[in-house]
């Protein structure tokens, strides 16, 4: 059953972009473009992997080894959005500035800089969270508030862009992504309202 799990999971990271690396449109694209758009493509892989560790339902990744693991999760996407949107730069400045100031013309541009930010607002937060000294409770609200943001902001964002992305796999990974991320927050709501148990005088 664990061992299934993990296939369940890895295969719909893996099948968007293999997906995707099979699309015909990549014979018209530059590298560097074809680089940023797997870069967001990883990204939104690596999404999946989040509200699991946070849940601790991934086997053999609960607790304190699953904390340190989403951690480091959290960090990689934060750099593969850097990759996307600077790839994204290299190829188009001007469209990533109309972007940027949400006057792009195509919608997906403004969902995308919203799940950008609320990336990089989670990353400096968790950076800087012991030495601003955030109390556990505040720390949760506001970053399951972030990540509500940053997945429904690149659900969005990668639903209407019709490119490389193949609409089988991308729709499927998104849903899991939204399940996932649906679960979890009930999960540690109902987790945070429990009385804590008090120890035996």
Not at 47 to 68: F, N, T
Not at 80 to 94: D, K, M, N, R, Y
Not at 142 to 165: D, K, P, R, S, W
């Amino acid at each position: 059953m664990k061992a299934l799990v993990w296939v369940l999971v890895v295969t719909a990271m893996i099948a968007p972009v293999i997906a995707a690396a099979n699309s015909p449109l990549l014979a018209w694209r530059d590298p560097i473009y074809i680089a940023a758009g797997f870069a967001g493509i990883l990204g939104l892989s690596l999404m999946l992997l989040q509200p699991l560790l946070a849940g601790g339902d991934l086997p053999g990744l609960s607790g304190m080894r699953g904390r340190r693991v989403h951690r480091i999760v959290g960090g990689l996407l934060l750099v593969a959005v850097i990759l996307h949107v600077a790839g994204l730069w290299v190829t188009s400045p001007p469209d990533v500035v109309d972007a940027l100031l949400f006057v792009s013309p195509t919608p997906f541009s403004s969902w995308g800089v919203i799940a950008m930010w609320a990336v990089i607002a989670s990353g400096v937060f968790a950076a800087l969270r012991r030495r601003m000294r955030v109390p556990p409770r505040v720390w949760r609200r506001f970053h399951t508030a972030l990540a509500v943001v940053i997945v429904m902001g690149t659900v969005v964002h990668a639903v209407q862009i019709e490119g490389t992305m193949e609409t089988a796999t991308k729709l499927g990974l998104c849903a899991l992504v939204i399940a996932a991320t649906i679960r979890t927050v009930v999960k540690l709501q109902v987790l945070a309202k429990r009385p804590r148990r008090q120890p035996d005088a």
